[in-house]
């Protein structure tokens, strides 16, 4: 009998999910390795807390692409330099191809004084702590009450709710580079914040604003009805903390005492133009802001440990590819190895984008494969190898009987949702 074209697809968030799925549907056999226990990546442990419809929504999703007969799981299994396999390994393992769906699993920093203090923090590590991924649920957090975020985006405004709604932070103030124009929030997701903003410190913000940006000719009104699009529709204020913004500011350093953070050094910038674009420049100014917590939500990278050549946060990617999508490149330089989702392009949209990219570069490998002979790789081999490890392989009947007991556990506590927060606790229950 002919063997099937045998494909390894590498974590299994939306992008390789959906990506094992579009491969599994055209006949290819996927093993699908994962990092974490569970599936679901950002979608299971990066969507805020109260958003249960969507994430249950979502595991519906992934569940029937599990169901798909040519994929095969194997959750517990890392790849990368210093874990399970190395992605030379998996390469020498004999896969026709390999998509790598791994997210952006690096830390982006901007390499400033006092980074290393207690009470500085990224904000990936802590939308993995509130949602309960493992070893981070078990991460330590200073998280007081007057607390500065840097990055203008959703995942800022997540970060807001959480330290207003569960840590009872006072005082939140969001650091922006940029104008007030250049916000990346949704109206969808400001709307849960907004009922926060200090009105008379956003009518002062916007005053320096005019002061800064109309000799630029720069339209600050477009800037404020952005920011205050949501207003009509914002949640009931619950708690007592207010929200405000510093605009054209960028964190300098931060400023601690026996290890932990005091103070936040902001420079004030100011928005130059070139070649028709404009971009935040320093003015040397700075003033100081008392803080007890700074939490970065400056974007991602990718994880330069894994393995493959890197580039400004990214794998780098084939720039004359032979099997091009929407001439979107998915191909690394190392032929067969492909690159999907946050693996392909950090931090760029959400799940459904990630889904789009997951498939899209699932296509690419399809196109790929059409080129190729049959490998000799077997699933019996892989099985082989993974049993080596001496250690627990979760499969798709794992996974089942987890949320099984999850969901058990949840309908016992009078809960919406209840997830185990530690691995060994997962494998307890699993019989491992």
């Given at each position: 009998m002919e063997t099937q074209k045998y494909v390894a697809v590498i974590g299994a968030g939306p992008a390789g999910l959906f990506g094992a799925r579009e491969l599994a549907n055209n006949g290819v056999r996927v093993a699908l390795f994962n990092r974490?226990?569970?599936?679901?990546?950002?979608?299971?442990?990066?969507?805020?807390l109260d958003k249960h419809t969507m994430k249950e929504g979502l595991r519906k999703q992934f569940r029937q692409a599990l169901e798909?007969?040519?994929?095969?799981?194997?959750?517990?299994?890392?790849?990368?330099?210093?874990?399970?396999?190395?992605?030379?390994?998996?390469?020498?393992?004999?896969?026709?191809?390999?998509?790598?769906?791994?997210?952006?699993?690096?830390?982006?920093?901007?390499?400033?004084?006092?980074?290393?203090?207690?009470?500085?923090?990224?904000?990936?590590?802590?939308?993995?702590?509130?949602?309960?991924?493992?070893?981070?649920?078990?991460?330590?957090?200073?998280?007081?009450?007057?607390?500065?975020?840097?990055?203008?985006?959703?995942?800022?405004?997540?970060?807001?709710?959480?330290?207003i709604y569960y840590c009872d932070a006072e005082e939140i103030t969001a650091i922006v580079r940029r104008g007030p124009a250049d916000v990346n929030f949704t109206k969808e997701e400001m709307k849960h914040l907004i009922g926060y903003l200090d009105m008379q410190d956003f009518e002062n913000e916007m005053n320096r604003m005019h002061s800064?940006?109309?000799?630029?000719?720069?339209?600050?009104?477009?800037?404020?009805?952005?920011?205050?699009?949501?207003?009509?529709?914002?949640?009931?204020?619950?708690?007592?903390?207010?929200?405000?913004?510093?605009?054209?500011?960028?964190?300098?350093?931060?400023?601690?005492?026996?290890?932990?953070?005091?103070?936040?050094?902001?420079?004030?910038?100011?928005?130059?133009?070139?070649?028709?674009?404009?971009?935040?420049?320093g003015t040397g100014k700075k003033h100081l802001l008392d803080v007890d917590t700074v939490i970065f939500a400056i974007g991602d990278k990718v994880d330069e440990d894994f393995g493959l050549p890197t580039q400004w946060n990214e794998f780098v990617k084939n720039e004359n590819p032979k099997f091009p999508i929407d001439n979107i490149s998915y191909e690394t330089n190392i032929e067969g190895v492909f690159v999907g989702g946050w693996s392909r392009k950090a931090s760029e949209g959400l799940v459904g984008l990630a889904r789009k990219d997951g498939t899209h570069a699932a296509k690419a490998?399809?196109?790929?494969?059409?080129?190729?002979?049959?490998?000799?790789?077997?699933?019996?081999?892989?099985?082989a190898k993974l049993k080596n490890l001496n250690k627990p392989i979760i499969t798709k009947e794992d996974i089942k009987k987890l949320e099984a007991v999850e969901a058990d556990e949840a309908q016992k506590r009078g809960l919406e949702e209840f997830k185990f927060t530690k691995n060994d606790e997962m494998l307890k229950v699993l019989g491992y």
């Open positions: 974490d226990i569970k599936v679901g990546g950002l979608a299971e442990y990066g969507i805020f798909n007969p040519n994929i095969d799981y194997y959750g517990n299994v890392s790849i990368g330099n210093n874990a399970d396999f190395t992605i030379d390994e998996i390469c020498k393992m004999g896969f026709d191809a390999i998509l790598v769906s791994a997210g952006a699993q690096g830390t982006k920093w901007l390499g400033l004084e006092g980074e290393d203090l207690e009470g500085v923090y990224h904000a990936k590590d802590l939308v993995y702590h509130y949602n309960g991924l493992p070893p981070f649920s078990q991460k330590k957090f200073h998280l007081g009450k007057r607390c500065a975020i840097i990055g203008a985006g959703n995942v800022m405004i997540d970060i807001a709710r959480y330290l800064i940006l109309d000799p630029l000719h720069i339209d600050v009104e477009v800037g404020r009805a952005k920011i205050l699009e949501s207003l009509p529709k914002a949640d009931a204020k619950t708690k007592n903390a207010k929200f405000r913004f510093e605009l054209l500011a960028s964190p300098a350093r931060m400023i601690g005492e026996n290890g932990i953070l005091k103070q936040l050094e902001i420079e004030e910038n100011i928005l130059v133009e070139k070649d028709g674009r404009t971009s935040a420049k490998v399809l196109a790929y494969l059409g080129t190729k002979e049959n490998g000799n790789l077997t699933p019996e081999d892989v099985q």
